[in-house]
């Protein structure tokens, strides 16, 4: 296969906002493609490293709040990146969700401008969001998704935006509409862990769809079913929750 | 009074079994007494050792150094919150000196109560990160409570810079070259919030650097408080050097010298079970714990002679719930072999196996998973409720 046809995958600031093990999503796209007989790369877009033009899909995860803060600021001021992203195809997971908003809030009237391409801003909530969530998403035939949310941030969506799917057990979002994540042509962002595609196989070949331009063959895997299986019956689990122990030591914001 | 206390919890746990027999008597003895911590430390030497990784076997290591000095008291069961702390110390009631794992988000309690002559610092990455313990948080809480301890000595792992940014501007600190196999969290300056900059030594624009060390390692020799000492350690990995580095320095604060350290250390041979061998029908089983990414780096280059590995993962609530950790695990190093994923998560790590294109066969019960492997020589690694687990079935069953 010719170098043209391999798919770019842009895995941005993995050594930033790696926190949450989101850069599984890579390696899930990455595989899923090189299955199929379809040449894939994973691109690590380091924050001492220079964006390389031309991914065809980018990748970002999830950190902590000083790692979020600093991410911000290095996706603003990597001009031809940011423009990419408005255009390119984009998982955006936890605080990668975060920042392609308006901004952050940090709950003392600060606010961390995002990258504005999702119409959404973010403020921390009363607590952390910890726990098994189970949703059902807006892409039609993709069905129900699982995953692992683990935040403060709770998050509006503009008139703009559209939710990435409808909470059935967990928190999303945070916000009354029950939403979670967002969905735009390009970009799918959520605030599921797990990593999201890893237990979500459906919602990874929606976004590999739009790249290779056209339907992909049935991938299956050894254990994929029962990983669905497992999680499908965690979320409906009352989950054990670790209230004391929390509050105890709760998201400090950083200097 | 404690003596009383203390012998009616020993009634009350005596029919529970091993870590959980421990840490129950301790629940009794702080529920009759909540001042019972402080009073069983008052008058001796208690060393506190935290960190992600490595708490149990440095401690067991330091309480065999300083074995060579009189009793100590130790939490060997690796029950490390206060209630294993407090049963500790009243089992060796006379003991003048105590060694004291705790975990990272009970220091603080712990060392109110005890105000120990030296705390350990080993390191501090990502694990269970559904308890709120994001590596800024635990080092925040971490730092809160080692200032309220200005004449506490600090024995610091210079090679983490989390951990010298949590230690930093205590009056007194011991820094050990211990090594960071894993840097994932450590890309971030913590105290400024930008990116460090990691050539042969670590540096951020802030000024924060990496100490000159006090105690580091020349080969299969350590050097420290002006002397040379070979040491020789039974127990495997090149980070298992940097804990015994860490408890020669420890030590050697508490007047132990580093040849009689080194001599005392080099007999240990499993450490809570850890490195063990047990023989289990047809097959011998290596046992190993690895529980969150930087344990796994260390413990992946363990693996590569071993014929067969069986890997054994629970979620459960001392483990995490989420198990995305095993994503940052490089299983794609993982030579082809028999393996077998088992635990309650199971499934979880096989398909992280599916998609590292590591063959192997998935069943939930670990000791059925060891009937499909060939007969002979087996790892096993597992985290830490299906460590446990996977040894009291092993033990029951032997008889042990």
Redesign the interface.
Same mark, same amino acid.
């Given at each position: 296969m010719s170098r043209e046809s391999t798919v770019r995958i842009g895995l941005l600031l993995p050594d930033v906002l790696g926190t949450y093990s989101d850069r599984g999503n890579a390696v899930v796209l990455a595989q899923r493609l090189l299955r199929r007989g379809i040449d894939a790369d994973v691109i690590m877009v380091t924050a001492g490293s220079s964006p390389p033009g031309g991914c065809d899909l980018y990748v970002i995860g999830g950190g902590e709040d000083a790692a979020q803060s600093f991410a911000a600021e290095w996706l603003l001021g990597h001009r031809d990146l940011r423009l990419a992203l408005q255009t390119t195809r984009v998982l955006a997971v936890c605080a990668g969700l975060q920042v392609l908003g308006q901004w952050v809030g940090d709950g003392h009237g600060r606010r961390q401008p995002g990258l504005g391409i999702l119409d959404l801003t973010t403020s921390p909530g009363p607590r952390r969001a910890v726990g098994e969530v189970l949703t059902r998403c807006a892409v039609p035939g993709v069905g129900l998704l699982t995953g692992f949310e683990n935040h403060r941030g709770m998050t509006q969506l503009g008139p703009d935006a559209a939710p990435l799917a409808a909470v059935m057990h967990g928190v999303g979002n945070g916000s009354v509409d029950g939403s979670e994540g967002a969905l735009t042509s390009t970009v799918v962002g959520t605030y599921m862990h797990g990593p999201v595609l890893a237990r979500n196989p459906v919602l990874a070949d929606h976004l590999l769809q739009g790249v290779v331009g056209g339907p992909l063959p049935a991938l299956e895997l050894p254990d994929q079913e029962g990983v669905r299986q497992l999680h499908l019956a965690l979320a409906h689990r009352p989950f054990e929750r670790l209230g004391p122990v929390r509050a105890a030591i709760d998201r400090r914001r950083s200097p | 009074m404690v003596a009383a206390i203390a012998s009616v919890a020993s009634v009350a746990a005596r029919r529970i079994r091993g870590g959980e027999g421990v840490a129950t008597r301790g629940r009794v003895l702080l529920t009759l007494d909540p001042g019972a911590l402080s009073h069983l430390a008052r008058g001796r030497d208690v060393v506190l050792v935290t960190g992600t990784n490595g708490k149990t076997t440095t401690a067991h290591l330091l309480a065999a150094a300083l074995g060579t000095l009189g009793p100590v008291a130790h939490n060997a069961s690796g029950a490390n919150m206060s209630d294993g702390a407090v049963a500790a110390l009243a089992t060796r009631r006379h003991a003048p000196r105590a060694v004291l794992e705790v975990d990272e988000?009970h220091l603080a309690r712990v060392a109110d109560a005890v105000s120990p002559a030296v705390v350990v610092l080993l390191n501090l990455t990502?694990d269970q990160? @559904? &308890?709120?313990? *994001?590596?800024?948080?635990?080092a925040?809480?971490i730092r809160k409570s080692l200032r309220r301890h200005p004449r506490t000595l600090v024995v610091a792992n210079r090679d983490d810079p989390v951990v010298v940014a949590t230690v930093e501007g205590m009056p007194r600190v011991t820094w050990v070259a211990a090594s960071a196999g894993w840097s994932? @969290?450590a890309?971030?300056c #913590?105290r400024c919030?930008?990116?460090l900059v990691a050539k042969h030594e670590w540096s951020c624009p802030c000024g924060l650097s990496q100490p000159q060390a006090d105690w580091e390692l020349d080969g299969a020799a350590v050097r420290g408080a002006g002397v040379t000492t070979p040491l020789h350690l039974r127990l495997p990995g090149r980070f298992n050097l940097g804990n015994a580095l860490a408890a020669m320095a420890a030590a050697h604060a508490l007047g132990v010298p580093p040849g009689a350290a080194a001599d005392a250390m080099a007999d240990l041979e499993s450490v809570a079970h850890r490195y063990a061998t047990v023989r289990h029908g047809s097959h011998e089983l290596h046992l190993l714990l690895a529980k969150n990414?930087a344990g796994w780096a260390e413990t992946l280059p363990l693996l590569k002679d071993y014929p067969a590995l069986l890997l054994v993962i629970n979620a459960r *609530?001392a483990d995490g &719930? $989420?198990? +995305?950790?095993?994503? $940052?695990v490089p299983f794609e190093q993982l030579p082809p072999r028999p393996t077998v994923?088992s635990g309650d998560?199971?499934? @979880?790590v096989? #398909?992280?196996? +599916?998609?590292a294109a590591v063959g192997?066969q998935?069943v939930d019960d670990p000791l059925a998973g060891l009937e499909l492997l060939p007969p002979g020589e087996v790892v096993a690694v597992a985290n830490y409720t299906a460590f446990a687990d996977l040894w009291r079935r092993l033990a029951v069953m032997s008889g042990r």
């Open positions: - | 988000l990502r990160l @559904d &308890r709120g313990s *994001e590596v800024a948080a635990v925040t809480s994932g @969290d890309s971030l #913590l919030g930008r990116q990414p *609530e &719930r $989420d198990t +995305s950790w095993l994503w $940052d994923a998560r199971a499934a @979880d096989g #398909l992280r196996l +599916s998609y192997h998935t």
